[in-house]
């Protein structure tokens, strides 16, 4: 699956973390930034919730930018969620 | 009491605040309400029921109850919150602006259909009805009493005060007559009642005066918007060391009266019969002391 569209999810605030997401043009592949203040310690585990997330959501061609600020493994997983339902136009609840 | 807990304070926290909630369980709150209503911006719903979601389902709050608002069925948003939010079964769900016994109907149709798509039961999640509304206040009994599975109402001051066209004033004259008849609705009905939320968390004296006013007055706990008012609230609700050890004592000749067949007797010239047992028995409850079914209780 490809984002259709860009989209973002998340703040800037101390135990969150902001994705941004744009598509990429097809075969493309995986484009992923992560900026994070705690980068050294918990990079690693970050970079694999992300993947496997991406993974499970089956999403190629995509630039993601994820800015973190000690976000806990729950709240990654819930603002990429966000994020990737966004740009797939899969939102539910949401103002039309 | 349907069933007995302590439900103090209960504080609100904002679902789109991953930091708050991620700490709910630590502040010493009775209760945490995990809010995807009036705390969220309207284009952050979304975002705030999946991170309500993960966030129930991973992290520790330890011994504190937790609640979730979610938004009205009225609203683009009540239907999703109710499908994230009923398969975690919190300990309950409060249902915001309920005006009549066909608005609870309407709900729990849905919350049972879907727990029934999980195979959940149907009487472990509560519901939590909040009056804010002067068409509420005037329903609130049939509200209250109707339904097995709601085992507390609030109130929503705020709210309520902007439906009535009146201004919230700190003696909460306007908003009297509405508390007093939803707590004797939530006491016919058996169940907690919670008073509103005190907005100015600088004023720790009102919050004083106001917890205190609403204990008299029959208030099982209050709504807290800052952790700050916690410790207040309990000290007020926390029966005194004096009123402790009178429980006790009744609780004890009650004992021994009832296994000697006298049903009612005098403690200090005072008549001793069930509502004043009940009532000192909610106080033993209220400070976590539990008598041991022995005939041979202690003197203290």
């Given at each position: ?96 | ?52 979601r993960?966030?129930i389902k ?7 109850e937790v609640c979730v ?13 109710l499908?994230e939010i009923v398969p975690l079964q919190p300990s309950a769900i ?17 919350i049972e259909?879907i727990e029934?798509q999980h195979g959940l039961p149907h009487n472990q999640m509560t519901i ?21 599975r ?151």
């Amino acid at each position: 699956m490809r984002p259709k569209t860009t989209s973002q999810a998340g703040t800037f605030e101390s135990s969150d973390v902001i994705f941004l997401i744009e598509p990429l043009p097809q075969d493309s592949g995986r484009k992923i930034e992560l900026f994070s203040t705690v980068l050294h310690q918990y990079g690693e585990s970050f970079n694999k919730i992300v993947v496997e997330m991406l993974d499970q959501y089956e999403i190629t061609d995509i630039h993601l930018i994820a800015r973190d600020k000690g976000a806990l493994e729950p709240t990654i997983k819930a603002r990429l969620e966000t994020a990737l339902r966004r740009s797939l136009v899969m939102e539910e609840g949401i103002l039309v | 009491m349907k069933n007995f807990k302590k439900r103090r304070t209960m504080l609100y926290i904002p679902g789109n605040n991953p930091a708050m909630i991620q700490q709910g369980g630590i502040y010493g709150a009775d209760s945490v309400l995990l809010d995807l209503e009036d705390s969220v911006a309207l284009n952050q719903k979304d975002s705030a029921r999946i991170l309500v979601r993960n966030m129930i389902k991973a992290i520790d709050f330890y011994d504190t109850e937790v609640c979730v608002r979610i938004n009205h069925l009225s609203t683009p948003f009540g239907m999703a919150d109710l499908k994230e939010i009923v398969p975690l079964q919190p300990s309950a769900i409060r249902y915001p602006k309920t005006e009549s016994a066909e608005d609870i109907v309407k709900l729990l149709q849905i919350i049972e259909t879907i727990e029934d798509q999980h195979g959940l039961p149907h009487n472990q999640m509560t519901i939590h009805a909040m009056i804010e509304t002067a068409m509420g206040v005037q329903n609130v009994f049939e509200i209250a009493s109707k339904f097995q599975r709601i085992d507390a109402i609030t109130v929503g001051g705020q709210d309520l005060t902007s439906d009535m066209n009146i201004i919230y004033t700190p003696d909460g004259a306007g908003i009297d007559f509405a508390r007093k008849r939803i707590v004797m609705a939530a006491k016919a009905s058996h169940i907690d009642i919670l008073d509103t939320i005190f907005p100015d968390v600088n004023d720790e004296e009102g919050l004083r005066k106001e917890t205190e006013y609403a204990k008299k007055i029959g208030f099982t706990g209050k709504a807290v918007i800052n952790p700050r008012q916690i410790d207040i609230i309990h000290e007020v609700f926390a029966p005194t060391e004096e009123e402790i050890r009178k429980a006790y004592r009744i609780v004890k000749e009650f004992r021994t009266n009832t296994a000697a067949g006298i049903g009612v007797f005098a403690i200090d010239g005072k008549m001793i019969d069930a509502p004043v047992v009940h009532r000192a028995e909610y106080i033993l409850k209220l400070a976590n002391i539990e008598i041991p079914a022995s005939d041979s209780l202690p003197d203290y």
